[in-house]
């Protein structure tokens, strides 16, 4: 049975955006640890091969988005777009060629990510509008007001096995733990908006604590980290958050961790289970 | 015996900023920023002219986010600030060029990042009480580019030819470049820089964990203190790397945000353990260049 929640009273809004198109700066080199430069595709646009489930190492891009990026030009409404969306809502394509698919929101960078299927995909045009039922602001569990929820559908709530322990802590299934001093770009950030990169600099780190091992989707914890207002080191604190974009050659940066539950106190606990993914919880695909 | 360089190859080169006014987001009127427990704040920040706050004061304590000691310039132009960001080395001489301060010299002390992008100066108090926000400063530059011909591995940034001889680093036995610091900081308490240019900018401490920033003495740090930054390469970006060091400069003061705290300029890096942090109290900008 899942946790309670206070569900039945948030409110269900539309907001939308319009697919992206990957833009370079000239001469469109990303410098990676050594001081190298190489042109890396992976941002923005609909990226037909890369889907939650997938690695999030190994492609020869750069801070790859799974799936279809949405962004709206203007600056309120696209904040509408970052800041009421959350993980696992629905999507329609509302014109074009693929109009009438549907998708569900995967991720938060600096572009909303969404999962389509292949059919739709080929059918996207840059520019299509896709329009979000957003909902979930405003979620928190009835019985654990001091876990904060950020970004979290009521959908994706629903479909994770959280557990109630008897010592009156959770416990959420995660694919791997990241320690804390390798939590890097988006510390500048407040964390009602996007993500904070993993640094994967370190690749022999990454190969023995496994991390390299990560799929798009992952469910991840952060031990003593509180990101209930910005991200930052809090001996005792944990959060549980979702890999939402591939690695990254640049020092400090690597694959995008959104934060979905948070506390600063010792109430959340973690398992380790290799099917803790969103492709799973939200019934996009079945793992390999 | 003197380390091999090449400060005769360096570039002088004016940058010129104007001091820049703080500033605030505009309507519905929210000025507030939340600290790290969620409680909004208002206090000052970036920019301006701070006539009581100053290099070699405490980094800790004021009621304040991220000050900057002393005097805060940038250029509206954004290429010419990138530029002014990136020319500008700690310890390069500023000059007032217009105003009632006009001709009064300072010295470049820090650096802002990501949001702000500030050339920070330290300038005698007497001179701050003469200047108006608007008024031209420039820097003569110099110090990019420079190298130890023995330590390759080091690089440097943000400065200057007069701050490295005044650091007195050495050549220690087992080969490293050892750097004198009042503090080394672990990985875990870098915060807010993280994946950001390491070629100007700031790189924070974060000072959340109260607790663990007493264990370590960090909050004992001044402005203009010079620390280590352990486990960091800052080579291109700063970023985590078992064995890199980095070493910088305290350009900004504490903050109650989260993944915020005292910003670091970084002056050197070595992403193969070739620099050897010295722990040493009292090296602070002060000392360096000899004034109060």
């Not at chain 1, 979620?139 to 557990?163: H, M, R």
């Not at chain 1, 990560?214 to 979702?242: E, N, Q, Y």
Request: charged share 15%; proline share 7%; glycine share 12%.
């Amino acid at each position: 049975m899942s946790l309670r929640t206070n569900a039945a009273q948030l409110v269900e809004i539309a907001v939308c955006g319009n697919v992206s198109q990957p833009s370079l700066r000239y001469p469109g080199y990303t410098l990676d640890q050594y001081g190298v430069g190489a042109v890396l595709p992976g941002m923005s646009g609909v990226v037909y091969n890369a889907r939650v489930g997938d690695p999030a190492f190994g492609w020869a891009g750069d801070h790859v988005e799974p799936g279809t990026s949405i962004a709206n030009p203007d600056p309120a409404p696209e904040f509408a777009l970052h800041y009421l969306t959350c993980m696992g809502n629905q999507a329609i394509i509302t014109n074009g060629l693929a109009k009438g698919a549907r998708g569900i929101v995967t991720g938060e960078h600096a572009r909303i990510l969404v999962d389509f299927s292949a059919e739709a995909n080929d059918l996207i045009c840059v520019g299509d509008t896709i329009q979000i039922t957003a909902v979930g602001r405003g979620i928190e569990f009835t019985d654990y007001p001091q876990i904060v929820l950020k970004k979290c559908s009521p959908q994706l709530i629903a479909g994770i096995p959280i557990e109630e322990l008897p010592n009156g802590h959770i416990r959420v299934p995660v694919a791997m733990e990241l320690p804390p001093r390798i939590m890097g770009s988006g510390a500048e950030l407040n964390s009602e908006y996007v993500d904070q990169d993993l640094m994967s600099g370190d690749r022999d780190l990454m190969a023995e604590l496994g991390i390299d091992q990560m799929r798009l989707g992952d469910l991840v914890v952060i031990p003593d980290s509180d990101h209930r207002f910005g991200r930052g080191f809090r001996k005792g604190a944990a959060t549980i958050a979702l890999c939402i974009h591939g690695d990254s050659v640049m020092t400090g940066h690597g694959p995008g961790i959104l934060t979905l539950m948070t506390c600063p106190e010792p109430l959340i606990e973690w398992v380790i289970d290799p099917n803790a993914n969103i492709a799973n919880y939200l019934h996009i695909r079945e793992l390999q | 015996m003197p380390l091999t360089n090449n400060f005769d190859k360096l570039v002088a080169v004016s940058v010129m900023g104007q001091i820049a006014s703080p500033g605030f987001p505009g309507l519905p009127a929210e000025p507030y920023r939340l600290d790290a427990d969620g409680k909004p704040f208002l206090l000052p920040t970036y920019g301006g002219i701070v006539y009581n706050v100053s290099v070699g004061d405490s980094a800790f304590g004021w009621l304040a986010d991220c000050i900057h000691p002393g005097v805060s310039i940038s250029l509206k132009d954004e290429n010419g600030n990138r530029g002014l960001n990136l020319f500008a080395c700690v310890g390069n001489t500023a000059i007032v060029m217009s105003g009632d301060a006009r001709g009064a010299r300072g010295i470049v002390t820090g650096k802002s990042g990501r949001f702000s992008e500030h050339v920070i100066l330290h300038f005698s108090k007497d001179d701050r009480e003469k200047m108006a926000i608007g008024d031209k400063i420039v820097v003569k530059s110099k110090g990019t580019g420079m190298a130890l011909a023995d330590h390759p591995s080091v690089k440097f940034k943000s400065c200057s030819p007069e701050l490295l001889d005044g650091l007195e680093v050495q050549t220690q036995p087992n080969g490293k470049l050892g750097v004198p610091v009042v503090a080394v900081v672990p990985p875990h308490l870098l915060g807010a820089g993280a994946g950001l240019t390491s070629e100007g900018g700031s790189l924070h401490i974060q000072t959340q964990d109260r607790e663990a920033i007493k264990a370590l003495g960090l909050d004992q740090l001044r402005l203009g203190d010079v620390v280590a930054l352990a486990d960091y390469d800052s080579s291109w970006n700063h970023g985590y790397l078992r064995g890199g060091i980095g070493i910088g400069v305290i350009g900004q003061g504490d903050s109650p945000r989260a993944g915020y705290g005292p910003g670091v300029t970084l002056i050197m890096t070595s992403a193969t353990t070739g620099i050897e942090p010295v722990v040493t109290p009292g090296v602070n900008l002060t000392s360096v260049f000899n004034f109060n």
